[in-house]
């Protein structure tokens, strides 16, 4: 680490070899926020359901409809986590939008349990059939995707820390009637819930517009 004093504005200049990855990762989830939360839920071969949050998530593109979300390998032994096995057996998982009404049922989630257990059952939020994958939705999500594996892209070297990028087609989208107004979501009724660092969320507090000029004059 050494020191710049540019303008006025002191700043730590950071080479993020010269440090642990756990010291590199604070760095990033206190800087990239608020991040959205996918919720995700996948299904083994032998159909074991599992749900998930991940909060590296967002979209990628919309023709063909695009999402990309990362399970890193576990910080404390380095195995993949269940949803990314899953996913690399089936092909295919569910996305779902969590409101904030389901935050405390998401986080009971989020425990490293082992691979036989189902977090629906564990959270009591409510699995419901998908039209076009195996993988149910989450009933009490107000927005969900089904979506079948693009690919997924490994990064790192194999050990903790480490991760993989999951990227995948939303292959049919479900929005409650409640939250789809003039074409559009309607983001006072989805309430979706932003994830910072450690175990602090926000919700949407305050909206406000700039406005962008699309073209050049
Ligand atoms: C809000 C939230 C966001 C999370 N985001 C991520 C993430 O982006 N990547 C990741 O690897 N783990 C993330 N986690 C941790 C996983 O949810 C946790 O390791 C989970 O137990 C993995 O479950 P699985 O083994 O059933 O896939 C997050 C946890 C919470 C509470």
Redesign the pocket.
């Known amino acids: 680490m050494h020191r710049e004093n540019y303008s006025g504005n002191k700043r730590m200049i950071i080479d993020p070899k010269n440090q642990t990855f756990a010291e590199n990762h604070k760095l990033m989830i206190g800087s990239i926020v608020p991040r959205p ?1 996918a919720f995700i839920s996948s299904i083994s071969n032998n159909g074991q359901n ?1 749900l ?6 967002n979209g990628v593109c919309s023709n063909p409809p695009t999402v990309m ?4 390998r ?1 910080a404390y032994d380095g195995l993949t ?4 096995n899953n996913i690399r057996e089936t092909k295919e998982f569910t996305i779902n939008i969590v409101s904030e009404e389901i935050g405390e049922q ?2 009971a989630c ?4 082992p691979p036989n257990i189902d ?1 629906f059952e564990i959270s009591g939020l409510t699995p419901v059939p998908s039209e076009k994958v195996k993988a149910p939705r989450v009933a009490e999500s107000k927005v969900s995707f089904e979506c079948k594996l693009n690919q997924i892209v490994e990064i790192g070297d194999g050990g903790a820390g480490a ?1 993989f990028v999951v990227i995948g087609t939303i292959v049919m989208f479900h929005v409650d009637d409640d939250v789809f107004q003039d074409g559009k979501i309607d983001i006072d009724t989805l309430k979706p819930l932003g ?1 910072l660092a450690g175990n602090s969320y926000t919700k949407i507090s305050e909206i406000f517009d700039i406005v962008r000029k699309v073209h050049p004059d």
């Open positions: 939360i599992n998930a949050p991940f909060s590296y998530f979300f990362a399970p890193g576990r986590k269940d949803t990314l998401m986080v989020a425990t490293d349990y977090e991760g994830r």
